[in-house]
């Protein structure tokens, strides 16, 4: 690691491991072909599909490929609900299909989600898979502590040299917790005093410092001074943060920005850049939305105005909030999500691709409002605001936003009856609502995805809803901590192009990944002469392993893997592929 953990902090991780590692979920793991030959000529496409570790509630789905530049700027859907920039879209997706642990089939007719056929070519499918059938397992009982789940908890899944950790850290501005610990332990919980100068309090998300996991980042705010901004501190396990004066523009501080009281999502990261934005949703009656971009070191960078988005004066007028967040901010990829509670509205931003354009459009990949139902407000028959976005006096409300690897977007639902989250695929597709085994209508308030590849791979919620509904909740019922779902999803390619039968190769060879540079996936294929056993890993330039995508028998002939980078820094790797009589190295450059 390029820097270590305070000596203290680093004690008690040992310590914790040596005396209990008892949370050992089983993974839920999805396998299919790569890639499917489809003839689109109107007779159904079956392929297999292996389910292993959970049963699993599985939706298929099937977007465009290589097309995103060309599509553009999009609305579509009742009310113009969804708006779509440069991103592949959703052709289509299934409902949701239950089936338990071995083998089950998808099928598909070849039809778009209107019932037209889809004509012939190359497309990108997708299946998203979470544990709908199993109960709850405890990942720890003592996290989040005296806070919201989502808006103020975070996986830090990778090292600070970006490799996966083999037990991730979930934390907050002030605690964190190794997974893998005794989830009944509070020993194991390690806190930190954060002690700001008057009048100053914390807001929603805070963020470890990807190189050095001594330091956290905090969105901070100053009600009766109406300002926001961003410090750095030291985290000091069992003792008082120290808050870094040195760093910001001014006294620890980074640029200050003016709020109006409402609030904010908190502050997230990409490495190269912070971000943090300001909603007032409660007391602001003027348009007040913006979005912050800073450099690493608290200087700001740009403010983008988000309130053609996020507030709306007609809705004002007919008795809604004219402000209606965001809350909610989530970072993957370098893409950041926003929602609120608040409101119906959420959506995926790309901030660096608007620094490289300077086009206000570029800021936005997609965005999904009223009109399909999905986290929909006010859209009942019944409702007093017909259609209004802006009104915190209805549900779902929204606590939280969560993407996987892929871009599918989880935002847990609440006061929709007893269901637990609203789904929206990775170009903002409404998918629909689905719920956990055994659940109420009782109050949610978040889901995280961790896909990094180690023993804790899955989805992680809260069980609130076993206290009962928001306003009649039973604090001896309401069952505390963080609990771990099956989840996992994969991707491939369904495509006409005609595959032509091969011989067994003459000889072992190893072909030049594609493609290469990449993000976040691309494809090894090889070719065995003989079968057996063959391994493919992957290698850091350092020479250390940090993935294995395949370990087993193999027979004779072509193969491609496909490897997600998702979870992996940018930078050179290398993939050996190995039999028993023969081995390559070939290297690949990922981007991000």
């Not at 083998?103 to 709908?132: C, H, I, M, R």
């Not at 934390?171 to 009048?199: C, H, M």
């Not at 989880?410 to 929206?424: E, H, I, M, P, Q």
């Not at 001896?476 to 991707?491: A, Q, R, W």
Request: hydrophobic share 35%; proline share 5%; aromatic share 14%.
């Amino acid at each position: 690691m390029k820097k270590i953990f305070a000596l203290l902090l680093i004690s008690v991780f040992v310590s914790s491991f040596a005396f209990a590692a008892d949370f050992a979920p089983t993974l839920m793991k999805l396998n299919a072909a790569a890639t499917i030959q489809y003839d689109f000529n109107g007779s159904n496409l079956s392929f297999p599909v292996t389910v292993e570790g959970q049963p699993a509630g599985i939706i298929f789905s099937v977007f465009t490929r290589g097309k995103a530049d060309e599509i553009g700027i999009v609305h579509n859907g009742h009310l113009g609900w969804h708006w779509v920039n440069k991103v592949d879209t959703c052709i289509y997706y299934s409902p949701l299909k239950s089936v338990g642990i071995g083998q089950t089939s998808v099928t598909w007719d070849g039809k778009d989600q209107d019932g037209g056929a889809v004509p012939p070519g190359e497309y990108t499918y997708y299946l998203w898979a979470f544990d709908n059938q199993g109960v709850k397992q405890q990942m720890t009982q003592f996290m989040p502590s005296g806070g919201w789940f989502d808006c103020q908890t975070e996986i830090q899944a990778v090292d600070e040299d970006g490799l996966p950790l083999s037990q991730p850290i979930w934390y907050n501005s002030n605690q964190r917790w190794v997974i893998g610990g005794d989830p009944f332990d509070e020993s194991l919980k390690i806190t930190t005093s954060i002690n700001l100068a008057e009048g100053w309090a914390i807001r929603y998300d805070s963020k470890m410092d990807p190189t050095d996991f001594n330091y956290q980042y905090i969105s901070v705010g100053n009600s009766t001074a109406k300002q926001g901004s961003i410090q750095k501190i030291k985290f000091v396990p069992g003792g008082d943060a120290e808050i870094q004066s040195n760093w910001g523009e001014e006294s620890g501080y980074a640029t200050m920005f003016s709020t109006n009281g409402g609030g904010s999502p908190g502050v997230t990261l990409d490495g190269t850049y912070l971000y943090t934005g300001d909603e007032n949703h409660v007391a602001n009656t003027e348009p007040d939305s913006q979005f912050y971009i800073y450099d690493m070191d608290g200087y700001m960078l740009l403010e983008v105005d988000l309130t053609p988005w996020w507030s709306n004066p007609d809705e004002y007028a007919k008795g809604g909030q004219m402000n209606g967040g965001p809350n909610n901010f989530a970072e993957k990829n370098g893409y950041i999500f926003l929602n609120c509670h608040c409101n119906c509205l959420n959506q995926m931003v790309d901030p660096k691709r608007f620094l490289e354009t300077d086009e206000y459009d570029d800021f936005f990949v997609w965005s999904n409002s009223n009109g399909d139902y999905t986290l929909d407000h006010n859209f009942e028959e019944t409702a007093q605001l017909p259609w209004v976005c802006n009104d915190y006096n209805v549900g779902p409300y929204k606590y939280s936003i969560a993407p996987d690897k892929y871009y599918f977007t989880a935002c847990n639902a609440y006061d929709v009856g007893a269901l637990s989250f609203g789904l929206l695929a990775p170009d903002g597709t409404g998918l629909g609502y689905y719920a956990f085994a055994g659940e109420t209508a009782g109050q949610k308030k978040g889901t995280l995805f961790l896909q990094s590849g180690t023993p804790f791979d899955g989805l992680y919620c809260d069980n609130e809803q076993t206290g009962g509904p928001h306003y009649e909740r039973c604090a001896d019922k309401n069952e505390p901590g963080i609990f771990f779902l099956g989840h996992d999803s994969i991707t491939g390619i369904i495509t006409n192009a005609v595959s032509v039968e091969e011989a067994a190769p003459a000889a072992f060879s190893v072909a030049q990944n594609s493609p290469n540079p990449f993000n976040p996936t691309t494809t090894i294929s090889f070719s065995l002469a003989d079968a057996g056993n063959v391994s493919v890993d992957v290698f850091n330039v350092a020479g250390q392993k940090v993935d294995t995508l395949a370990n087993g028998f193999m027979t004779a002939g072509s193969h491609s893997i496909v490897w997600d980078a998702s979870s992996f820094s940018a930078g050179v790797y290398f993939y050996t592929v190995k039999t028993a009589g023969a081995s390559k190295t070939m290297k690949m450059t990922l981007l991000k």
